[in-house]
């Protein structure tokens, strides 16, 4: 058997080797580069409003939110840990990974709200899409009984909000927020609408632990053409803009968020519309949110 000449080899392989090569495409290049950032928050809420934050497709997310009365209430209830105190149970579940939708319980008022979070754009690492663009609405009913209503619509209320966050870098993430509250049902001479605007942000401490800030205040005046925020015919007032200040512990499945808030209501166009505490005067309750997230 003759041996292989591996110069003859050589030379016909030659003239392939300085064949120009074919260019990766741009695509293929864009997939690389231009992946999703992570999102700019861990947890499903930041204190009292939603972030984000949407759950991977059949990952079931329990909530629990809990708020204790307010510090300053008097009564000697142990800076509100004895006075009555609201809680809401909640469920939400990812049927896309970009669509989740959820139910929760609520102690005051005996609220029942059907919520959905919907992403509609990602932050890349790129910059190309510099921010993430979310949608979060719910739809809530009053189950107390029938007498508190003349109709059944007037238990129902709704909240649609759009949430622009964005990932700072990897300890800081901010997010602003429009909504819109609306209740079928409010006391004389309050708008049955409500405006309102949300910041917040949260800065990490350590790998598991992160400072929290939320801010809401309502574009609202109930009196018109008044000087006052007082209506002496109903004793309501304008409501306070929401002040939330905390700490937020987290893991690869779990959140856990102590903090102090001037809401107590929890559901949002509650907290909007009807808060009269202000937290500077000191009108503010201790709370916390934890969150456990459940693969299928």
Known sequence: ?????????????????????????????????????????????????PTDILNPK????????HRFGLVNGGNNDLIGIWA?????IGFSYGLHERLTVGFGTTKFDRLQDFNWKLGILKQTRS????????????FTIDARGKENFLVDQHRYSFFHQLIVSRRMNPNLSIQAAGSVSHYNLVPQRMPNDVVSLSLGGRYKVSPQTAILVDYT????????????????????????????????????????????????????????????????????????????????
């Open 127 to 138: 910059n190309r899409i510099p921010v993430n663009v979310t949608y979060f609405g719910n």
């Open 58 to 65: 059949k990952t079931l997310e329990v909530q629990m939110g």
């Open 1 to 49: 058997m003759k041996k292989l000449n591996f110069g003859y080899v050589f030379f016909l392989l030659f003239p392939l080797i300085l064949l120009p090569q074919e260019a990766e495409p741009e695509s293929v290049k864009d997939s690389i580069v231009d992946k999703p950032q992570r999102p700019a928050f861990e947890s499903s809420y930041i204190i009292e409003m």
């Open 217 to 296: 205040q309502p574009f609202v005046h109930y009196l018109e053409g008044s000087n006052t925020d007082y209506d002496p015919l109903t004793g309501f007032t304008d409501p306070k803009p929401g002040v939330s200040l905390g700490v937020e512990f987290r893991t690869s499945s779990h959140a856990f968020q102590l903090f102090i808030s001037s809401y107590q209501s929890i559901v949002p166009q509650r907290n909007i519309i009807f808060n009269r505490n202000d937290f500077f005067d000191g009108d503010f309750a201790i709370g916390f949110n934890i969150t456990r997230l459940y693969n299928f």
């Open 84 to 88: 009555p105190s609201n809680i809401r």
